[in-house]
């Protein structure tokens, strides 16, 4: 069982920052890819931004320059940055862990979401 768990959101003004951490606990070999998603109201969840094991990052369009992603494979938590932040920010923002269970099985694992609001 693994559980994914997320912090830091909350309400801030434009142009203000947060930092949303996520852990990831329970029976644990090896995470590969950790990243966060968001999702406002009437929007698909989308991408702003992952990191490999390796330490590579991918970051959407609309927040690049804004926040950063990062990690601690020794303690399985992944933090994102985010700066600047804009009224469109605003949204639930999840944490996703995609474990090895496997050489050929990999494993997904969604945190329960934490709101971020961004007010003008």
């Known amino acids: 069982q693994v559980r994914v768990v997320e912090s830091g959101g909350g309400l801030v003004q434009a142009g203000g920052s947060l930092r949303l951490s996520c852990a990831a606990s329970?029976?644990?070999?090896?995470?590969?890819?950790m990243g966060w998603y968001r999702q406002a109201p009437g929007n698909k969840r989308e991408l702003v931004a992952d990191i490999s094991s390796g330490g590579s990052t991918n970051y959407a369009d609309s927040v690049k320059g804004r926040c950063t992603i990062s990690r601690d494979n020794a303690k399985n938590t992944v933090s994102l940055q985010m700066n600047s932040l804009k009224p469109e920010d605003t949204a639930v923002y999840y944490c996703?862990?995609?474990?090895?269970?496997?050489?050929?099985?990999?494993?997904?694992?969604w945190g329960q979401g934490t709101q971020v609001t961004v007010s003008s």
């Open positions: 329970g029976t644990i070999s090896s995470i590969n890819a």
């Open positions: 996703k862990v995609v474990l090895s269970a496997s050489r050929y099985v990999q494993l997904t694992y």
